[in-house]
Nanobody
Protein backbone atom coordinates (compact mmCIF):
# COMPACT_ATOMS: atom_id res chain seq x y z
CA UNK A 1 0.00 0.00 0.00
CA UNK A 2 1.29 3.43 -0.92
CA UNK A 3 1.72 5.80 1.99
CA UNK A 4 3.27 9.25 1.89
CA UNK A 5 4.09 11.53 4.81
CA UNK A 6 5.23 15.12 4.31
CA UNK A 7 7.17 17.14 6.85
CA UNK A 8 9.35 20.22 7.04
CA UNK A 9 6.88 23.03 6.58
CA UNK A 10 6.88 26.13 8.73
CA UNK A 11 7.07 29.89 8.88
CA UNK A 12 9.96 31.60 7.13
CA UNK A 13 10.79 35.14 6.09
CA UNK A 14 10.88 36.20 2.47
CA UNK A 15 14.19 35.18 0.92
CA UNK A 16 14.58 32.26 3.30
CA UNK A 17 14.75 28.53 2.71
CA UNK A 18 12.95 25.37 3.78
CA UNK A 19 13.36 21.71 2.95
CA UNK A 20 10.28 19.57 2.68
CA UNK A 21 10.42 15.79 2.99
CA UNK A 22 8.11 13.18 1.55
CA UNK A 23 8.68 9.84 3.25
CA UNK A 24 7.27 6.98 1.21
CA UNK A 25 6.33 3.44 2.09
CA UNK A 26 8.72 0.70 1.02
CA UNK A 27 9.10 0.15 -2.75
CA UNK A 28 6.97 3.19 -3.60
CA UNK A 29 9.90 5.09 -5.06
CA UNK A 30 10.76 2.10 -7.27
CA UNK A 31 7.30 2.07 -8.80
CA UNK A 32 6.20 5.71 -8.85
CA UNK A 33 7.50 9.13 -9.61
CA UNK A 34 6.97 11.58 -6.76
CA UNK A 35 5.44 14.92 -7.59
CA UNK A 36 5.02 18.03 -5.47
CA UNK A 37 1.89 20.14 -5.53
CA UNK A 38 0.76 23.14 -3.58
CA UNK A 39 -2.52 24.84 -2.88
CA UNK A 40 -2.85 28.38 -1.64
CA UNK A 41 -6.06 29.64 0.00
CA UNK A 42 -8.69 30.38 -2.61
CA UNK A 43 -6.60 28.96 -5.42
CA UNK A 44 -6.51 25.70 -7.31
CA UNK A 45 -3.92 23.06 -6.56
CA UNK A 46 -0.91 23.32 -8.85
CA UNK A 47 1.84 20.90 -9.67
CA UNK A 48 5.26 22.44 -9.23
CA UNK A 49 7.88 19.71 -9.43
CA UNK A 50 8.39 16.01 -10.05
CA UNK A 51 11.24 13.57 -9.53
CA UNK A 52 11.48 10.94 -12.23
CA UNK A 53 12.76 7.57 -11.09
CA UNK A 54 13.41 6.36 -14.63
CA UNK A 55 15.37 9.45 -15.62
CA UNK A 56 16.83 10.16 -12.18
CA UNK A 57 16.15 13.87 -12.52
CA UNK A 58 13.73 16.55 -11.48
CA UNK A 59 11.25 18.60 -13.46
CA UNK A 60 10.02 22.06 -12.50
CA UNK A 61 7.31 24.50 -13.41
CA UNK A 62 8.29 28.05 -14.26
CA UNK A 63 6.99 29.42 -10.97
CA UNK A 64 9.69 27.55 -9.01
CA UNK A 65 12.42 26.84 -11.56
CA UNK A 66 15.81 28.02 -10.34
CA UNK A 67 14.61 28.33 -6.73
CA UNK A 68 13.41 24.81 -5.84
CA UNK A 69 15.33 21.55 -6.16
CA UNK A 70 13.84 18.07 -5.93
CA UNK A 71 15.98 15.10 -4.92
CA UNK A 72 15.68 11.55 -3.74
CA UNK A 73 17.34 9.50 -1.00
CA UNK A 74 16.90 5.83 -1.85
CA UNK A 75 18.20 4.64 1.49
CA UNK A 76 15.55 6.63 3.32
CA UNK A 77 12.71 6.14 0.80
CA UNK A 78 12.34 9.89 0.86
CA UNK A 79 12.02 12.64 -1.72
CA UNK A 80 13.01 16.17 -0.77
CA UNK A 81 11.97 19.56 -2.03
CA UNK A 82 14.62 22.14 -1.21
CA UNK A 83 13.02 25.57 -1.46
CA UNK A 84 15.20 28.69 -1.61
CA UNK A 85 14.55 32.39 -2.14
CA UNK A 86 11.04 31.90 -0.88
CA UNK A 87 8.47 34.57 -1.60
CA UNK A 88 5.14 35.35 0.04
CA UNK A 89 3.50 33.96 -3.11
CA UNK A 90 4.92 30.55 -2.18
CA UNK A 91 2.65 30.42 0.88
CA UNK A 92 0.51 27.30 0.52
CA UNK A 93 -0.09 23.79 1.74
CA UNK A 94 2.39 21.52 0.01
CA UNK A 95 1.58 17.94 -0.91
CA UNK A 96 3.53 15.10 -2.41
CA UNK A 97 1.89 12.49 -4.59
CA UNK A 98 2.92 9.17 -6.10
CA UNK A 99 2.19 9.43 -9.79
CA UNK A 100 2.78 6.94 -12.58
CA UNK A 101 6.37 5.89 -13.22
CA UNK A 102 7.25 8.97 -15.28
CA UNK A 103 6.71 12.67 -14.72
CA UNK A 104 4.88 13.17 -18.01
CA UNK A 105 1.66 15.07 -17.38
CA UNK A 106 2.22 15.00 -13.63
CA UNK A 107 0.50 18.34 -13.23
CA UNK A 108 -2.74 16.66 -14.33
CA UNK A 109 -2.56 14.00 -11.63
CA UNK A 110 -5.86 13.40 -9.82
CA UNK A 111 -5.17 9.95 -8.39
CA UNK A 112 -5.41 8.64 -4.86
CA UNK A 113 -1.85 8.57 -3.56
CA UNK A 114 -1.36 11.79 -1.64
CA UNK A 115 0.31 12.80 1.55
CA UNK A 116 -1.51 14.78 4.21
CA UNK A 117 0.18 18.08 3.36
CA UNK A 118 2.49 20.44 5.18
CA UNK A 119 1.95 24.18 5.57
CA UNK A 120 4.51 26.67 4.31
CA UNK A 121 4.06 30.32 5.24
CA UNK A 122 6.39 32.99 3.90
CA UNK A 123 6.20 36.37 5.59
CA UNK A 124 7.11 39.59 3.80
Amino acid sequence: QVQLVESGGGLVQSGGSLRLSCAASKNTLNLYAIAWFRQAPGKEREGISCFSTSENRGFYEESVKGRFTVSRDNAKDTVYLQMSRLEPEDTATYYCAAVVASCAFYTDYTGTYWGQGTQVTVSS
